[in-house]
Structure formats: C-alpha cells, structure tokens
C-alpha cells in the first residue's frame, strides 16, 4: 500500500482535500483512515518565537529549567498529558543548548513514524508552540501537527526539520481560528525539547469560538 506524505495537498479542511488522514500507523506501514469529523478552522504557522506570541496573546510556558524528570502532567499550569517526558539532556546537546550537564529537558521519539498527543484541561486553546530539536533525516513530508476539539479535527501544520543534529532547538508555533483541546505532533526518529508554549485563556472570544465549533461540524456534515 502506497503512504501519501504530510502535505498540504492531503491536509483536511482545504476546499478539494481527502478525508482527514491519520499519520500514527506509517510506523507499521498500514495507512489508517481517521474517524475524527474535519472542521474548517485557519491554522497559521510561525517560525520565530516572537510573532507567534504577538498573535497568541497570554501564554503558558513550559521550559527548562522546569521540566521534570518523567512524566510531564502539570494540570496546574493547564497541561494534563504531555508528548514527551522529562530526562537529563544528552551530552552532545550541552554545547549546542548552552545547558549544565544533567538539566531535565523533554524528549521523544523511537524507531520509524510515531505521533504523541499533547492534552489540556480545557478547550480554550487557541495557539500551541514547541522549541524542539528534530531528527534532520525525517522524510519530506513526515512532520507536523494535527489539532483537535474532542474527537473533531481542527486543522493541520506541516514544519521543517532542523538542519543538523547536534544543533539548537528551532522554534514551531501555530495559531487557530477555532478552539483545541489537543495536539497530535508526527515525526520520525528521536527528538528533544526545551519548551512547549500555549494559550489558554477562557476569554469571551475564546469562548465563542468554542460555541461555534459545533456549529460548524453540523454544516460541514450538511455539505
């Protein structure tokens, strides 16, 4: 069976698009069909750290030097399930990172394809960013984020790997026209993270959004 790569050609909500496609089976080689119901929301991608918290507005960060060892679920800060889990930094990246030997830094990864989820206590999420170091050799097409409400699919980024390992960490952020409660970060080979970056604010704004993703489910349905 023939496995289309992560493009914008395949990404759910674009006007002639598929079906929303499900990257987490590529490691075993059976391309899945996703079961989540596409939204049409606007995913905007940022590539330096600075415009995206312009658009994001109040955030919650997550970053060394506070990140523990193990499992990273800070429901205080927002967070209740994390991509990644907690681990000293690799002596190849102290350099590079300019970090003491033993820091607690975020990593994840295996053998082939793999995807984590990144989960929040509330819905009200409207922007997400990783400061993230990612294998140089993933395939074309093979990395990038999926967000969602629930079971319902909100829209899909595609991003660069770095360009060398060892290297410093390369900043991915988006931001979305409508609400998640969760992300689904695909790639390949291991990985390692600084910081993981969100909004999180139950504005009224943000709460209307939140009313409006129904909404738009019933007439994308009726379509």
Do not use: K
Not at 82 to 96: E, R, W
Not at 102 to 124: E, H, L, Y
Not at 145 to 170: C, K
């Amino acid at each position: 069976m023939r496995l289309e790569p992560f493009t914008t050609a395949n990404l759910p909500g674009r006007r002639h698009g598929a079906a929303c496609f499900a990257l987490s089976a590529l490691a075993s080689g059976v391309a899945a069909l996703c079961t989540a119901t596409p939204v049409a929301a606007a995913l905007t991608h940022y590539a330096d750290e600075a415009s995206w918290r312009a658009a994001a507005g109040a955030t919650t960060t997550i970053a060394v030097p506070n990140i523990p060892q193990g499992a990273i679920n800070m429901q205080q800060l927002g967070l209740s399930g994390a991509g990644a889990s907690g681990g000293p930094i690799p002596p190849f990246l102290v350099g590079p990172w300019n970090l003491p030997a033993g820091t607690s830094i975020m990593g994840a990864g295996g053998n082939g394809t793999w995807s984590r989820s990144w989960t929040f206590t509330q819905p009200i999420v409207t922007a997400f960013a990783i400061d993230w170091l990612f294998n140089p050799y993933i395939q074309p097409g093979f990395l990038g984020a999926s967000a969602y409400l629930g079971t319902t699919h909100v829209g899909s980024v595609f991003w660069q790997p770095a360009s060398q390992i060892p290297g410093p960490p390369v900043f991915y952020g988006f931001t979305s026209s409508l609400p998640f409660n969760r992300v689904v970060i695909t790639a390949q080979g291991d990985s390692w993270g600084r910081a993981v970056m969100f909004s999180q604010i139950p504005s009224p704004g943000a709460l209307a959004l939140l009313a409006l993703a129904p909404l738009a489910t019933r007439r994308r349905r009726r379509a």
